[in-house]
């Protein structure tokens, strides 16, 4: 361990570097307040101070980071008399040659980059390193094929961390399923048997349910519906599976957006996107249920989601409806205002939201 005189006199240094940069940005905008002086290049607008106070502010925030994970090292380890270990950062640097890893130290690797990543995330002289040496042995994996497949899947079931399970998944298991070779369809599967597990978080599961999608669609989308309406399933956020069929349509899905979106019981955050999605249907289950919700007060605020799908859905041919609904609607519904926003976008010669 480093000694107490070294240790002291790091403190020293990293406090007197806060302490010259603070004193120094209050210096020069001081000076330039009172005129005595402004520097070529300093600031000349409040906007170009405002930047300069932001990157003081970024690295004095470093700074104090540094000394935090100094202090809490010696509140950890004591201060001792003996040589310090070498950082544990220098062991997970740059690899000189990939080829003579075998595939699960490269899949081991990218989990401990990924892991580096996340806490260097915002200081970019560590990260950006990290992310290239990432990339590299994210590219050594995609040429190996179905045996970074087999490592792979034993990875993700190792570890916890939903973020680096994704970006297995979204930088080597789908670039290797897009190029359609041999080792597309084992892939494949594993991205199938990643949706199926409830074990994975549930953005993992609609990752692994994407990559699947093309080559097992049937499996996958009786699979999300049937998650979807089950009130009592496991997965954790099913609005995650609503949003999934608008960016996705699919009319199998259509009879339970629309259940959900009308049933007062269910969760208001999963009946939004429940909306949302009827929004892409030219389908008269959808329309009924976004019509039904637009009427009734029970349903508040999600009346105003409601529209704007009838609107998404019909066109100018929501006019009628319109119509009708504002007929029935109290002078101080606050919808009043969009049903009348939307009539004179129309009287005006609006064109319909694009489908």
């Not at 002291?8 to 570097?17: F, G, H, P, S």
């Not at 009924?288 to 609107?311: C, F, P, Q, T």
């Amino acid at each position: 361990m480093m000694s107490k005189p070294l240790v002291a006199l790091m403190l020293v240094l990293q406090l007197a570097t806060v302490a010259l940069l603070t004193m120094q940005v209050l210096h020069d905008r001081q000076q330039s307040e009172d005129g005595d002086y402004e520097a070529d290049d300093g600031p000349t607008t409040i906007d170009d101070l405002a930047d300069d106070i932001s990157q003081t502010r970024y690295e004095l925030k470093q700074q104090v980071d540094r000394m935090t994970r100094m202090i809490d090292g010696i509140a950890r380890d004591g201060i001792g008399t003996t040589a310090a270990p070498a950082p544990q950062d220098d062991s997970v640097g740059v690899v000189a040659d990939p080829s003579k890893l075998t595939t699960s130290q490269l899949v081991a690797k990218v989990v401990e980059l990924h892991e580096m990543h996340a806490r260097y995330e915002f200081d970019p002289l560590q990260r950006e390193p990290i992310e290239k040496e990432r990339a590299r042995i994210e590219d050594v994996l995609r040429n190996r094929g179905v045996e970074s497949i087999d490592s792979i899947a034993a990875s993700l079931q190792s570890t916890s961390d939903t973020r680096a399970q994704s970006r297995l998944l979204e930088y080597v298991v789908r670039p290797i399923i897009e190029r359609g070779d041999a080792a597309s369809a084992p892939a494949e599967q594993l991205a199938l048997d990643v949706f199926a597990d409830p074990a994975y978080a549930s953005g993992v599961r609609l990752i692994g349910a994407r990559l699947a999608l093309k080559s097992h669609r049937d499996a996958v989308i009786e699979k999300l519906v049937e998650v979807l309406g089950d009130t009592g399933s496991e997965f954790q956020h099913r609005e995650d599976i609503a949003r999934f069929f608008e960016v996705d349509p699919d009319p199998r899905a259509v009879p339970v957006l629309a259940q959900l979106a009308k049933d007062i019981e269910v969760d208001d955050t999963v009946r939004f996107f429940c909306l949302g999605s009827l929004g892409v249907y030219d389908d008269s289950i959808g329309v009924d249920a976004l019509k039904e919700v637009a009427r009734g007060e029970v349903h508040g605020a999600l009346r105003g989601k409601a529209i704007h799908s009838l609107n998404k859905v019909l066109g100018k041919d929501v006019l009628p409806f319109l119509e009708q609904l504002e007929s029935t609607m109290a002078p101080q519904d606050p919808l009043r205002q969009l049903v009348n926003n939307l009539q004179d976008h129309y009287a005006n010669g609006g064109e319909p939201p694009a489908k």
